[in-house]
């Protein structure tokens, strides 16, 4: 079936520097992919829609100059996190509809030092 | 807005024990219905769904029927067992265009204990 990895899978950095996440389609192209970004045990709160060949759309509330999104290709998006600070500590977690159904990667634990 | 409010966890049950999570929603529309399961350590994964009123989701002994009179969508098994242990999410999706947004709850802790 559909697969959407995502890459790395944890990353540790330290306070002021940028980390890119990648999220990637397998075996299928998505011209829209969705960001979420979930905290210790609370729920996934939806951060960006991902367009391939154009500009995100952002969330309320959701710096766009903080969380840069790039969908280059039908096969790829990237999340950067700009400057990142320890409250960006997050597990990071990207979707793509094939078929109408959504299928999440795995997640990406990124923690800031 | 869309919302989707779930019963607080952690849920705390003995093996074979039957096993509800209440979930309803609050939504313009025609929404559909999923729960997803997040197992320690992995992504998200769809347990069920439900695309319709009076629809049945239904796998791996999980049972939700789409309640538009109630506005639930509670999630059921008759006997958990450990492997159940997860947290559970209720979710919603408004199609909008070719793709769709996802609303969630906040999630259940459900652990199964021997």
């Known amino acids: 079936g559909a697969v959407v990895s995502q890459h790395p899978s944890w990353v540790i950095c330290k306070s002021g520097t940028s980390v890119k996440i990648e999220c990637r389609s397998l075996?299928?192209?998505?011209?829209?992919m969705f960001w979420y970004r979930q905290f210790p045990k609370q729920s996934l709160m939806l951060m960006a829609t991902s367009n391939e060949g154009s500009k995100a759309t952002y969330e309320q509330g959701v710096e766009k100059d903080k969380f840069l999104i790039n969908h280059a290709s039908l096969t790829l998006s990237t999340l950067t996190v700009t400057s990142a600070h320890p409250e960006d500590s997050s597990f990071y977690i990207c979707?793509?509809?094939?078929?109408?159904?959504?299928?999440f990667g795995p997640g990406t634990r990124l923690t800031v030092l | 807005g869309n919302s989707v409010t779930q019963m607080e966890g952690p849920v705390t049950l003995s093996e074979e024990a039957f096993l509800t999570i209440n979930c309803t929603y609050t939504?313009?529309?025609?929404?559909?219905l999923f729960w997803y399961v997040q197992y320690p350590g992995e992504g998200l994964q769809l347990l069920l769904k439900a695309t319709k009123a009076d629809d049945k989701g239904s796998n791996k002994g999980f049972e939700a029927t789409y309640r538009k009179e109630t506005t639930s969508f509670h999630l059921e098994k008759g006997s958990v067992q450990v492997s159940d242990s997860a947290v559970y999410f209720c979710?919603?999706?408004?199609?909008?265009?070719?793709?769709?947004?996802?609303?969630f709850g906040t999630g259940t802790r459900l652990q199964v204990t021997l």
């Open positions: 979710a919603l999706s408004d199609y909008t265009g070719t793709a769709s947004k996802l609303t």
């Open positions: 979707s793509a509809i094939p078929q109408r159904e959504v299928i």
């Open positions: 939504a313009t529309g025609y929404p559909s």
């Open positions: 075996d299928f192209q998505a011209t829209t």
